[in-house]
T-cell receptor, first 110, second 112 residues
Framework: GEDVEQSLFLSVREGDSSVINCTYT??????LYWYKQEPGAGLQLLTY?????DMKQDQRLTVLLNKKDKHLSLRIADTQTGDSAIYFC??????????FGTGTRLQVFP | DVKVTQSSRYLVKRTGEKVFLECVQD?????MFWYRQDPGLGLRLIYF???????EKGDIPEGYSVSREKKERFSLILESASTNQTSMYLC???????????FGPGTRLTVT
């Protein structure tokens, strides 16, 4: 079945760039998403990319999609302490269901 | 702004109790979802509903049931709570053709 994988932890210094990676298995994915979960809160959609795109930029966020390798990444430029959270990658195939990764906990230190 | 609310932020129940988790959305969305979130496992879909009185099993429906009598409300029911159902439960809603799901704040359920 479909599977989405992420590393569990990432630690970066404030001001550096963060890159969170994700791999997925479903080649029929139509949309791929990045969600952010702050402590004690639900998930908030950060950005998404349609499967026929290679890159999407939105302010400090850059999403790169390598469809051949089924690899998605989220780059956060100038990472701030407020970016500390869990980041979930998710993919959507031909249904309304989302398949989520395990989440990557990003820790930003001064 | 889309709002998805869940009836409780924290809940403590005893083994064997019947537990109801309520979710309400105010944007007339067709689809509603229940997930559970566990460390290292991400979000796993329990059940979803694409219309009133309609439901579909997700990836881990065992031990759960759902009810959707009104479009805005989707309830998750644990018929007889067990300790392995201790988890964070997240509700979400969305339109059928929309790319986005909107999440509630979550209910942290502890079964003792």
């Amino acid at each position: 079945g479909e599977d989405v994988e992420q590393s569990l932890f990432l630690s970066v210094r404030e001001g550096d760039s963060s890159v969170i990676n994700c791999t997925y298995t479903d080649s029929s994915s139509t949309y791929l998403y990045w969600y952010k979960q702050e402590p004690g809160a639900g998930l908030q959609l950060l950005t998404y990319i349609f499967s026929n795109m290679d890159m999407k930029q939105d302010q400090r966020l850059t999403v790169l999609l390598n469809k051949k390798d089924k690899h998605l990444s989220l780059r956060i430029a100038d990472t701030q302490t407020g970016d500390s959270a869990i980041y979930f990658c998710a993919e959507r195939g031909n249904t309304d269901k989302l398949i989520f990764g395990t989440g990557t906990r990003l820790q930003v230190f001064p | 702004d889309v709002k998805v609310t869940q009836s409780s932020r924290y809940l403590v129940k005893r083994t064997g109790e019947k537990v109801f988790l309520e979710c309400v959305q105010d944007m007339d969305h067709e689809n509603m979802f229940w997930y559970r979130q566990d460390p290292g496992l991400g979000l796993r879909l329990i059940y979803f509903s694409y219309d009133v009185k309609m439901k579909e099993k997700g990836d881990i429906p065992e031990g759960y049931s759902v009810s959707r009598e009104k479009k805005e409300r989707f309830s998750l029911i644990l018929e007889s709570a067990s300790t392995n159902q201790t988890s964070m439960y997240l509700c979400a809603s969305g339109r059928s053709i929309s790319y986005e799901q909107y999440f509630g704040p979550g209910t942290r359920l502890t079964v003792t």
